[in-house]
């Protein structure tokens, strides 16, 4: 109730901290119409991270009648203000066709904007572009550069896939001199981000 009154004030992140509370049904009965209620005013209101738990809702259909247009509209607002999970949920959409007319320039640029910004998965799916030539000349050094940037950020902020990709590159030598004990190094940080296949090639090579 209290928050319920700030939000009413104009506390817009206390809508926004409504809107998750709805959502997930935290000290609260679930509700999806209530959260996306909340997170609206909250987005309104100037809180990015709300535009894109909004837009989470509309891609979804919960608590509000499903609209990709609406979702990539509120993205973009959120990606425009340097919310990195945005920027990175629009490159899957530029990236696969869906809402948008598929660009991979364009998704290649919102992934490098999202990276910019310490999302791992962003750094993550450049190089996986970069490594595979998907829509780009193909650019092997360029993707284990990108593979670094994913594995060397904050534990929240850090990708494992990237760890562990780049781990594996390092065993088998391919587009890199071979080299184990990087690959460890490598292997060890992935399962510090808690992804098993990191764990058990980890203990392959100790």
Excluded at 15 to 38: H, M, N, P, T
Excluded at 88 to 109: C, D
Excluded at 116 to 137: A, F, H, K, P, W
Excluded at 158 to 179: H, K, Q, T, W
């Amino acid at each position: 109730k209290l928050s319920e009154k700030a939000c009413d004030g104009g506390v817009f992140d206390s809508c926004y901290r409504l809107g998750i509370k709805y959502e997930i049904g935290l000290e609260v009965k679930q509700d999806s119409f209530k959260a996306v209620r909340f997170y609206q005013r909250a987005c309104d209101g100037g809180v990015i991270e709300s535009c894109f738990m909004l837009a989470s809702m509309y891609k979804s259909g919960k608590g509000v009648k499903q609209d990709i247009f609406k979702a990539i509209e509120l993205e973009r607002k959120a990606c425009d203000n340097n919310s990195s999970l945005a920027c990175y949920s629009l490159a899957l959409s530029y990236k696969e066709g869906n809402g948008v007319r598929q660009n991979i320039h364009k998704a290649i640029e919102l992934y490098q904007k999202a990276c910019d910004n310490n999302l791992g998965i962003g750094c993550t799916q450049l190089g996986l572009i970069y490594d595979r030539g998907d829509g780009v000349e193909k650019n092997p050094l360029k993707a284990v550069v990108q593979y670094e940037k994913a594995c060397s950020g904050d534990f929240i902020e850090a990708d494992a896939r990237g760890c562990m990709i780049l781990g594996l590159m390092y065993v088998n030598g391919s587009d890199v001199v071979e080299n184990k004990s990087k690959a460890k190094k490598l292997f060890g940080r992935a399962c510090d981000l808690q992804l098993a296949e990191g764990c058990e090639e980890y203990k392959i090579l100790n």
